[in-house]
Every structure is written in structure tokens, then in C-alpha cells.
């Protein structure tokens, strides 16, 4: 599966944006799909996950309450709506997709195999 990662861009804090990826060349709804984000020197982290159907998601505690993670399996998109933008979530954002036959949510890099390019996201204070 290919994936293509869009939405991101210069923000003032308290602001918000939607990420999206788009996926191709797959089966859609075989793929568990997250968001992770890679900060400036600093290692790859995990946002957020969310199943096969989309019937489960997981957020990792920073950004709990402020983003929501969501797919539409019609258009075989991922988004991310992010709002109450902080100078910290300024990062370089990925998505990533994993094949699996079950409706677990994973939140581990070395969980996903597939990777967008990433796009741009910077909040300034």
C-alpha cells in the first residue's frame, strides 16, 4: 500500500488543522492505520491509532482531547483533526498503515510497515 500524507502547515497555537492520508494500491480495510510525528532531533513518536473498521482508537496522552484520528474506508483516507494546536505538536507528521486480519489498534513504530512521506506541521507561539 502506498500512502500519502497531506494538511499540514504554519499555524499560530490554539489553532487547528486536518491531516490527511491518502492510500492506495491496497485493500483499505485490511490495514490498522496511525499517525506518528517526528520533532526536530528527536526519535519518531506515536500519536494516534485506529483499527481496521474504526470501530477502536488510541491516542497517545499528549494530544488526548485535542486530536481525533478517524477513517473513511469509501475513500480509503485516514485524517487527523487537530485542534488546540500547541508549539510542541510542531513536528514532521507520518502516517503509517499495517496489515492485520483483527481490529487491534497498534501504537509501536516497528508495528507499522508502510509510511508515508509526511507532512510539515509547525505552531508557533
Known amino acids: 500500500v502506498q500512502l500519502q500524507a497531506s494538511g499540514g502547515g504554519l499555524v499560530q497555537a490554539g489553532d487547528s488543522l486536518r491531516l490527511s492520508c491518502a492510500a492506495s494500491g491496497g485493500t483499505f480495510t485490511s490495514y490498522a492505520m496511525a499517525w506518528f510525528r517526528q520533532a526536530a532531533g528527536k526519535e519518531r513518536e506515536f500519536v494516534a491509532a485506529?483499527?481496521?473498521?474504526?470501530?477502536?482508537?488510541y491516542y497517545a496522552d499528549s494530544v488526548k482531547g485535542r486530536f481525533t484520528i478517524s477513517r473513511d474506508n469509501a475513500k480509503n483516507t485516514v485524517l487527523l483533526q487537530t485542534n488546540s494546536l500547541k508549539p510542541g505538536d510542531t513536528a514532521v507528521y507520518y502516517c503509517?498503515?499495517?496489515?492485520?486480519?483483527?481490529?487491534?489498534?497498534?501504537?509501536?513504530?516497528?508495528?507499522?510497515?508502510?509510511w508515508g512521506q509526511g507532512t510539515q506541521v509547525t505552531v508557533s507561539s
Open positions: 485506529i483499527s481496521r473498521s474504526g470501530g477502536s482508537t
Open positions: 503509517a498503515a499495517r496489515y492485520t486480519p483483527g481490529y487491534t489498534v497498534y501504537y509501536s513504530v516497528s508495528d507499522y510497515a508502510y
